[in-house]
């Protein structure tokens, strides 16, 4: 019998919601990092959509990188075979949730670290040791070398 896989760790943080006009709008105006942008150019619809909307708020918002690190750890796994670019994707959605949570308290002037900074290290811990779990449960050279560089990462 087969060992059940653990329960992925997600933040279920969501995203400003927009009206279908707004989103539709947005999305109609073209901008350079279209072209670029690791979730504006991925080939899932959904990761697509949510970075290329990331892409055109006016202000940057973390919560929309929790959003993109929580689906694309969802994709990130296919009956127990770990797919190194959406694990790479989710880590560097996290760390990008990090990072805007930093600027914000520094332009805030926030003495200590914010709930989003905390929030984006441990979404980051916790699916780090997820995938070992992972590769511990179906031990191929691939899901063991997936899991070791996303240990490197942290």
Known sequence: MSQPFPQLPKTDRRTR????????????????????????????????????LALRRDMRDPSD??????L????????????????GKTLSAYQEAEKIARQDAEVLGLPEEPNDVLLARTAIERYVIWLTKI???VQTPRNIAVALWAVTEI
């Open 17 to 52: 919601t927009l009206s279908m006009e707004t989103e539709r709008r947005l999305l109609s105006r073209r901008v350079p990092a279209d072209a670029t942008d690791m979730f504006a150019t991925d080939t899932n619809p959904e990761v697509r959509r949510l970075g290329r």
């Open 65 to 70: 990188f929790f959003v993109l690190g929580d």
């Open 72 to 87: 694309c750890a969802e994709l990130s796994h296919y009956n127990g075979r770990l797919l190194v670019v959406y694990v």
């Open 135 to 137: 590769a511990k449960i």
